[in-house]
C-alpha cells in the first residue's frame, strides 16, 4: 500500500485569510532502519529551539525559547513556551525589540511505518511586559507549524504558515507602521529564504 505523503496534515490550521506560506524539503534513507534514527535527530533538532540559528546557513533570524512567564530556558520545546525573535530591521517596541510567538501545541504522532512530530506556534503578547497587545509583525490569527516526519524511508522538514497578516491595530503607532512594512515583505515572500534554510537544516548531516 503506497503510503500517504499528506500524513499529520490534520494538525495544520486551515488557511481562511491574509496569505499562506508551504515550506517543504525532503530527504531519503537507503533503507527504513536508516530513516527511522534520523528521524530521531531531526525531531530533536526541531523541538531544540535556541539551536534553530546554528542550523540555518543564511542567519537572517535568531530565536531563543523562554518559558511560559518569559525566562530563558536551555531545554526542548514544551507547550506553553515563547520564541523570542530577533529579525532583522527595526524590532518591535511592544516586544522590547522582538518579535514573540507562544508554542500552542506540541504533537507526536506514530502509525505504521509513519511517524511525526509537530511544533504549532502563534503571534503572541510580550510575557515579560504589562501589555496584551501581540507583540509580532503578524496578527494572532497567524500561525507557523513546523513539522519533521517520517514516512517509510523518506523524511520531510516543513514550515506551514497561516492566514498571515499584518499587525496594525497595536496600541503603538511605531509597530504599527513597523508590522505593516515588514508584514506585507513577509507575505511576499521574503519570509520563505529564512524558513527554508530553517527546513534545510533540520535535515542536515548530523
Not at 1 to 6: A, F, I, P, S, W
Not at 10 to 37: L, N, S, Y
Not at 128 to 138: I, M, N, Q, V, Y
Amino acid at each position: 500500500m503506497e503510503k500517504n505523503e499528506d500524513f499529520e496534515q490534520e494538525h495544520i490550521p486551515k488557511q481562511e485569510i491574509g496569505t499562506q506560506i508551504d515550506v517543504i524539503e525532503k530527504r531519503t534513507f537507503d533503507d527504513e532502519v536508516a530513516a527511522i534514527t534520523f528521524f530521531e535527530l531531526a525531531g530533536y533538532r526541531l523541538l531544540d529551539v535556541n539551536r534553530w540559528s546554528s542550523l540555518t546557513s543564511n542567519g537572517l533570524s535568531s530565536f531563543q525559547l523562554l518559558d511560559h512567564v518569559g525566562n530563558p530556558v536551555e531545554r526542548l520545546a514544551q507547550e506553553g513556551d515563547y520564541f523570542k525573535i530577533d529579525i532583522p530591521g527595526p524590532g518591535s517596541s511592544l516586544g522590547d525589540g522582538y518579535d514573540w510567538v507562544r508554542v500552542e501545541a506540541i504533537i507526536t504522532l506514530r502509525e505504521l511505518g509513519m511517524e511525526a512530530i509537530t511544533l504549532r506556534a502563534r503571534p503572541a503578547s510580550n510575557p515579560c511586559s504589562e501589555s496584551k497587545d501581540t507583540a509580532h509583525f503578524l496578527t494572532e490569527q497567524a500561525s507557523s507549524t513546523f513539522q519533521v516526519k517520517r514516512i517509510g524511508r523518506h523524511i520531510y522538514a516543513e514550515e506551514h504558515g497561516r492566514n498571515e497578516q499584518a499587525n496594525v491595530y497595536t496600541s503603538a503607532t511605531v509597530d504599527n507602521v513597523r508590522n505593516m512594512l515588514v508584514g506585507w515583505a513577509a507575505m511576499l515572500g521574503f519570509s520563505y529564504p529564512q524558513w527554508k534554510s530553517l527546513v534545510k537544516g533540520l535535515l542536515s548531516e548530523p
